[in-house]
């Protein structure tokens, strides 16, 4: 039984990995006649401590420096876009969070048929100790995901 597809959500990092998965992801919607979502998910600005506070500027928590943030993180999202295959429908979202939980609720958002994402390959105690945000999209999302290595 062959699957249908319709949306794609890719997420990117901005890596070299990354990209491929980026690419992927613009060819398999060329092929199916799909629509890419591509997703970038900044890491959440949280004020410190307050007793630490003295350690960090205070301008890196203001709104702007968010939605600064934001807009060049939306540039660089376009820029990612594969020139040969811009004829793809496409939109790009970036949020802020654990990227995990972001990239679920994006594509739950979307109705999203697939994900792709790219793994850094990281095995041992660096997988242990830094997690795997492939291994939790995968035990979380309801859609099918692709994992491009």
Excluded: W
Excluded at 50 to 59: G, R, S
Excluded at 103 to 129: F, K, N, Q, Y
């Amino acid at each position: 039984m062959k699957q249908h597809f319709e949306h794609f959500l890719v997420t990117t990092d901005f890596s070299a990995d990354a990209d491929r998965a980026v690419a992927v992801a613009f060819r398999l919607a060329e092929d199916h006649g799909a629509r890419v979502t591509l997703c970038h998910v900044l890491d959440a600005v949280r004020p410190p401590n307050p007793i630490y506070a003295h350690y960090y500027p205070t301008e890196l928590f203001k709104p702007e420096v968010a939605h600064r943030a934001e807009e060049n993180a939306l540039k660089e999202l376009r820029a990612r876009v594969p020139a040969e295959l811009a004829a793809v429908p496409h939109d790009c979202v970036v949020s802020h969070g654990d990227p995990a939980d972001e990239v679920v609720r994006h594509a739950e958002e979307r109705s999203c048929d697939l994900i792709l994402m790219s793994t850094h390959g990281r095995t041992g105690i660096r997988h242990v100790l830094l997690g795997s945000v492939a291994e939790k999209v995968l035990r979380r999302a309801r859609c099918s995901v692709m994992v491009v290595r």
